[in-house]
């Protein structure tokens, strides 16, 4: 079992709908939880960073951690065509030594279509 | 705020040769700086970890003498790719962490290498 599991899609959304992405993981030490867009070509971009069980809002992105059931979700809303992009999921123990190594997820493929 | 920049973005380089990658963080001190390595359709695939001042910890599998890192400031690490062969061409990219930004790494745009 991998020790973050990851649909990599494709998903594809119209315009305007809410898109809901996952992972899942096995290892109960992982305590940062980040999510990641890359555009094609390109660095991944920090969308969104969270620390322990719970939601957390910036403007039309929503992330939630679930470490009871080590789920995480990032949800979209008002999706938009520029929204399109590779989205990774990444997490890390903390506490130093090698646990601040990301481990990431293999990403999951959005077209949001006009 | 945590930009990293990457030089070159683009490169071809004749089979043999060796490549030197760039990057700088350039509005904070980066503690440690990651190099990553991704292929087509995959996702990024850590090759080794840099402190300033301090040799790299390469991951399992990872030539040492083949992709040398060297951190020699708190805003500048580079990756030379040592004896280029076509299986080195890949998408080259780093990222980079402060002090007090816990887990979070930023990263840069990317290099893309392309041996012939």
């Known amino acids: 079992q991998k020790e973050v599991e990851q649909d990599p899609g494709p998903l594809s959304v119209p315009e305007g709908a809410i898109v809901s992405l996952n992972c899942t993981y096995s290892?109960?030490?992982?305590?940062?939880f980040m999510w990641y867009r890359q555009y094609s070509r390109k660095g991944p971009e920090l969308l969104m960073y969270?620390?322990?069980?719970g939601n957390k809002e910036d403007g039309r992105f929503t992330a939630q951690v679930d470490k009871s059931s080590k789920y995480i979700s990032l949800f979209i809303r008002d999706s938009q065509p520029s929204d399109s992009a590779t989205y990774l999921c990444a997490m890390s123990g903390g506490g130093g030594g090698s646990n601040y190594k990301l481990t990431f997820g293999k990403g999951t493929l959005l077209t949001v279509n006009p | 705020g945590a930009v990293v920049s990457q030089h070159p973005s683009r490169v071809i380089c004749k089979s043999g040769t060796s490549v030197k990658i760039e990057c700088r963080s350039l509005d904070f001190q980066a503690t440690t700086m990651f190099w990553y390595r991704q292929f087509p359709k995959q996702s990024l695939m850590l090759m080794a970890t840099?402190?300033?001042?301090?040799?790299?910890?390469?991951e399992q599998g990872v030539e040492k003498d083949k992709f040398l890192i060297n951190h020699a400031s708190l805003t500048l690490s580079t990756l030379t790719v040592t004896s280029a062969h076509p299986e080195d061409s890949s998408f080259y990219i780093c990222?980079?962490?402060?002090?007090?930004?816990?887990?979070?790494?930023?990263f840069g745009p990317g290099t893309r290498l392309t041996v012939l």
């Open positions: 840099s402190n300033e001042g301090s040799k790299a910890t390469y």
């Open positions: 290892n109960s030490a992982f305590q940062y």
């Open positions: 969270t620390y322990s069980s």
């Open positions: 990222s980079a962490k402060f002090r007090g930004s816990t887990d979070t790494q930023y």
